[in-house]
């Protein structure tokens, strides 16, 4: 019966949208991050997207967003610090300075292209093709120190 309203509930949404398929088809996406060198870049870009929506000025704004969590230190029991962010200092304080810096500056128009297309084609975010092999503007050095990583990632 469930399955049968559901279907029905479906029909009825994609005849008002000029939609075809499940209710769900298409709507997500998403793409492996080829290695924590491209972390921080994807997590910058993810916190700015309701203020490249126009949604906010400042991802701090945004109810959803960890940001508060990562620039502020503000409590958050849903979020696990990740070894990126780990890295970017030795103390709390540090991380969190070093955070803030990242988000100084929008993200380069390249950069967002990049990410959406792997994330569009549905391939892993970072290191282009095996034979095509080289560093590309968004890797960060492999000696991952913090102010390596925020001068690289501005």
């Known amino acids: ?31 492996l991050v080829d290695s924590e060198r491209y972390l ?47 890295g970017l200092g030795a103390t709390p304080a540090e991380r969190r300075a070093a955070f803030r810096e990242l988000f100084l500056n929008e993200l380069e128009q390249t950069t967002l292209a990049h990410i959406r297309e792997a994330v569009n084609a549905g391939r892993p975010l970072g290191s282009p093709a095996p034979s095509r092999r ?11 120190s913090p102010s390596a990583t925020t001068a690289k990632l501005l």
């Open 1 to 31: 019966m469930l399955q049968d309203i559901g279907r029905r509930y479906v029909r009825v949404l994609n005849t008002i949208h000029g939609r075809t398929g499940t209710l769900w088809e298409g709507r997500f996406k998403s793409s």
């Open 40 to 86: 921080l870049t994807c997590h910058r870009y993810i916190e700015l997207n309701p203020v490249r929506a126009g949604l906010v000025t400042d991802p701090s704004e945004y109810p959803w967003s960890s940001h508060t969590y990562y620039a502020a230190g503000k409590a958050d029991e849903l979020i696990t610090e990740h070894r990126g962010f780990l």
């Open 134 to 144: 080289r560093r590309s503007s968004m890797e960060l050095a492999d000696d991952y």
